[in-house]
């Protein structure tokens, strides 16, 4: 099965900042890739999602991701993050029928 | 269209005891699973199911048991619960296998949280 590292386990901001969070997976082939964000008390949202074409893909809140192929990275990026992007953020990668995890990272956005 | 339904959202037993989390969806989705979350771990996959009448174990089956008679339902059974199983638990579906063309999303409940004492 796969396994999925997250390089920061709690990232501190302040707003406007821009934010970064690495996820790298551990082998090859076709995988479909995901950032999932959880907010305080609630339950797994889809950020955004690769399968193949375009390796930067865009999602919602104004967050993207670049996937590496030969890095077997898929990083996330916003520009410019807000007060509201405070949440636990979860790499994910789809192989054959699993979905593996990253154990995640919070971020914190101070105002 | 009501997605991924999970019950019960909250539940505490004792040690020892038998329960079973409920988990429904009405997307007819082929592929369903229960991962449980636990801090600094991230999700770890206990139990998949591809089909109704197919299921197999994940990353952390010990201690939970599976069934799939319907496309609807995949209950997730604690035999006897333990206090390790302490744990927050999602169910999970997609109307398809990884790899195809629409490389579909998966779905998640809402979550049920489960502490055992």
């Known amino acids: 099965a796969q396994s999925v590292s997250q390089h920061n386990h709690h990232v501190i901001l302040s707003e406007a900042a821009s934010l970064e969070l690495g996820c790298n997976y551990s082998?090859?082939?076709?995988?479909?890739l995901f950032w999932y964000v959880q907010y305080p008390g609630q339950h797994l949202q889809l950020l955004l999602k690769?399968?193949?074409?375009?390796?930067l893909v865009k999602g919602i809140k104004g967050f993207e991701a670049e996937f590496i192929k030969s890095k077997f990275s898929f990083n996330l990026r916003k520009p410019s993050v807000q007060w509201s992007d405070t949440a636990e953020y979860f790499c994910?990668?789809?192989?054959?029928?699993?979905?593996?995890f990253g154990a995640g990272t919070t971020v914190t956005v101070r105002a | 269209n009501a997605g991924v339904t999970q019950t019960p959202k909250f539940q505490v037993l004792k040690t020892g005891q038998s329960m079973t989390l409920q988990c429904a969806q009405d997307?007819?989705?082929?592929?369903m699973s229960w991962y449980r979350q636990d801090p600094g771990m991230g999700l770890r996959l206990i139990h998949y199911?591809?089909?109704?009448?197919?299921?197999d174990q994940g990353e952390v089956p010990n201690g939970y048991n599976v069934s799939r008679s319907t496309t609807e339902d995949f209950p997730l059974r604690l035999l006897s619960a333990a206090p390790s199983q302490t744990s927050v638990y999602f169910c999970?579906?997609?109307?398809?296998?990884?790899?195809?063309?629409?490389?579909?999303?998966?779905?998640f409940g809402e979550g049920s949280w489960l502490t055992v004492v």
């Open positions: 999970a579906s997609s109307p398809a296998l990884p790899n195809t063309h629409s490389g579909n999303t998966i779905y």
């Open positions: 082998y090859g082939g076709t995988v479909n």
């Open positions: 690769y399968f193949s074409g375009d390796p």
């Open positions: 994910a990668v789809r192989d054959d029928y699993k979905l593996s």
């Open positions: 997307m007819n989705h082929e592929y």
């Open positions: 199911s591809v089909g109704a009448g197919i299921t």
